[in-house]
């Protein structure tokens, strides 16, 4: 791994357009889902990312055959070798978790390493073993993987504790198998589960009620492969919405869609930008000032908890005070004490952040904790007065596009240089 750091002189409007990619929480759960393919799967408008590469990575260990040309991926996953997701891949990103339910139903078994990741709280599989229990795997945890074993998986009525988008998305896999129906309750909403769910359709599984929070699956043995479309980065088109709000700037998104992201257009509204949503894009025009707002993150369609540190930025420099709650993980304001670093006014207690807004930030070194702090630092820098340097950046290859270039190409100061 390149260490790498980004390094921003501040205080350059952002004007111009900027080409959104595929959704990397999409295609995360979409190339796992490629393993329960009795026939190839294609994905197109895969963005190209380290979370991506590493998920290719285990589809190799187990066998897959796999083709990338340009954002499209084809798996070929008919003729797996191995039924274990090994530790030295898996801790690098938490979404590899995902393997367990398609291994499960298509083989009987599986062996997952525990998941890692960002270092945002804990994420607990709990919600997906309970599930695959109640389908009928025996789940046994040993040194540190998780291994289940089903002769046959019977359809059942599972309710989940907590909303877990991925989650939602390992139980559906392993109940496309499952004698009869499943009925899936306190499901996640998702767009990327919607996405999923279009996807087990076209491989032949009957699945209904993906966008509420009640799923229905009828269990097959005629399972094919699939071809779709990723849907749009939702969480990329609210970091760049973002970056126009805190420069002054205007901004044009493209290659997305506006009905992906209500919440964070309506929040983005009330601190005074204008947004003008069309088909297959987004305008963003910068207002005279910022003003404060509070949020509290929820599961959709409330807001996301992704774009939580980009606003708390944003409200750095608003003409007040708000108030951020933070539901979903109880360790995610970690860019915090980093912002704070560069002048911001900000005070956590408990779940909450209290923001009073400054006039200006100044630029200083910071380090990525994780990857939307990352790029809650990177929009920091943009308007602090004088150099930023964001390390571990790492972090923020894990799930943004080439986004030094991106903003590069809207007037952003910035590059990358070695730590």
Same mark, same amino acid.
């Given at each position: 791994m390149a260490l790498d750091k980004i390094r921003i002189q501040g205080g350059n409007? &952002? $004007?111009?357009?900027?080409?959104?990619?595929g959704s990397k929480n999409a295609a995360l759960p979409l190339l796992a889902l490629t393993v329960l393919g009795n026939k190839p799967c294609t994905i197109h408008n895969v963005p190209h990312l380290e979370d991506i590469k590493n998920m290719v990575k285990i589809l190799d260990h187990l066998g897959a055959k796999v083709a990338q040309e340009k954002n499209t991926i084809?798996?070929?996953?008919? $003729?797996? =070798?191995?039924?274990d997701a090994p530790y030295d891949i898996v801790r690098k990103m938490r979404a590899s978790i995902v393997f367990m339910g398609p291994l499960l139903a298509k083989y009987g078994e599986a062996k997952v390493s525990l998941p890692g990741g960002c270092a945002i709280g804990v994420r607990p599989i709990d919600l997906h073993l309970k599930a695959f229990a109640a389908l009928g795997a025996?789940?046994?945890i040993e040194e540190g993987y998780v291994l289940a074993k089903a002769k046959k998986l019977k359809g059942c009525k599972f309710f989940f504790d907590k909303v877990t988008v991925t989650g939602t998305m390992n139980v559906?896999?392993?109940?496309?198998?499952?004698?009869?129906?499943t009925i899936l309750q306190n499901c996640a909403k998702e767009p990327e589960v919607i996405c999923f769910a279009d996807a087990m359709r076209k491989m032949g599984v009957e699945v209904s009620g993906d966008g509420t929070d009640t799923i229905h699956i009828q269990g097959t043995k005629n399972i094919g492969g699939f071809e779709i479309n990723n849907i749009p980065d939702r969480i990329e088109t609210g970091t760049y919405m973002v970056a126009a709000a805190m420069t002054g700037g205007e901004i044009h998104l493209r290659n997305t869609d506006p009905h992906l992201l209500e919440s964070v257009i309506a929040k983005l509204r009330q601190t005074?930008? =204008?947004?003008?949503?069309? $088909?297959?894009?987004?305008?963003v025009k910068a207002g005279p000032k910022i003003l404060p707002c509070d949020i509290e993150t929820s599961p959709h369609p409330g807001f996301p908890t992704d774009m939580q540190a980009q606003f708390v930025s944003l409200l750095c420099l608003a003409d007040g005070k708000s108030n951020v709650t933070e539901t979903i993980f109880e360790n995610r304001f970690m860019h915090v004490p980093e912002l704070a670093r560069m002048g911001a006014d900000l005070k956590v207690s408990g779940h909450m952040v209290t923001i009073s807004g400054v006039k200006k930030l100044n630029g200083?070194?910071?380090?990525?904790?994780d990857l939307r702090a990352s790029a809650s &630092?990177? &929009?920091?820098g943009l308007t602090?007065?004088?150099? =930023?340097?964001? %390390?571990?950046? *790492?972090? &923020?290859?894990?799930? *943004?596009?080439?986004?030094? %270039?991106k903003l590069k190409a809207l007037g952003a100061n910035i590059e990358r240089v070695p730590e």
């Open positions: 409007r &952002l $004007k111009g357009e900027v080409i959104i990619s084809t798996v070929d996953a008919t $003729k797996l =070798t191995s039924f025996d789940i046994h559906m896999m392993a109940a496309s198998v499952a004698e009869g129906e005074g930008s =204008t947004v003008e949503e069309e $088909k297959n894009g987004i305008w200083a070194p910071v380090m990525a904790t &630092l990177v &929009l920091a602090a007065s004088g150099t =930023t340097d964001v %390390l571990r950046v *790492y972090h &923020l290859d894990r799930g *943004y596009e080439r986004m030094d %270039l």
